[in-house]
Nanobody, 113 residues
Framework: VQLQASGGGLVQAGGSLTLTCTAH????????VAWYRQAPGKQRELVAA???????SYGDFVKRRFSISKDIDANTVALHMNYLQPEDTAIYYC????????WGQGTLVTVSS
């Protein structure tokens, strides 16, 4: 497993949560890493991505509520989520958008109303 997502949980609407993507073998310094999510009955969608340069991009639905960052020393990529809403409930995954690997189990985020 190259990337492993963790940090999910149950949070009330309006709350915050930080997810962590831990990289193994590959390094976040030289690879673009992205967070995706898949809600029940819906297609997987891109949430945020961070390039080796540090340039970031977000899905339109994020609306400045989330931010992505990376820790090169720890070899991790974090997704900081604020003002969570029930529609943010999903399994969140991290992967390499330019070289997709296995999706793994992801981490479940449940937002209660």
């Amino acid at each position: 497993v190259q990337l492993q997502a963790s940090g999910g949980g149950l949070v009330q609407a309006g709350g915050s949560l930080t997810l962590t993507c831990t990289a193994h073998i590959i390094t976040v310094k030289y690879n673009q890493v992205a967070w995706y999510r898949q809600a029940p009955g819906k297609q997987r969608e891109l949430v945020a991505a961070i390039a080796p340069s540090g340039r970031v991009s977000y899905g339109d639905f994020v609306k400045r509520r989330f931010s992505i960052s990376k820790d090169i020393d720890a070899n991790t990529v974090a997704l900081h989520m604020n003002y969570l809403q029930p529609e943010d409930t999903a399994i969140y995954y991290c992967n390499l958008p330019r070289d997709l690997g296995p999706w793994g189990q992801g981490t479940l985020v449940t937002v209660s109303s």
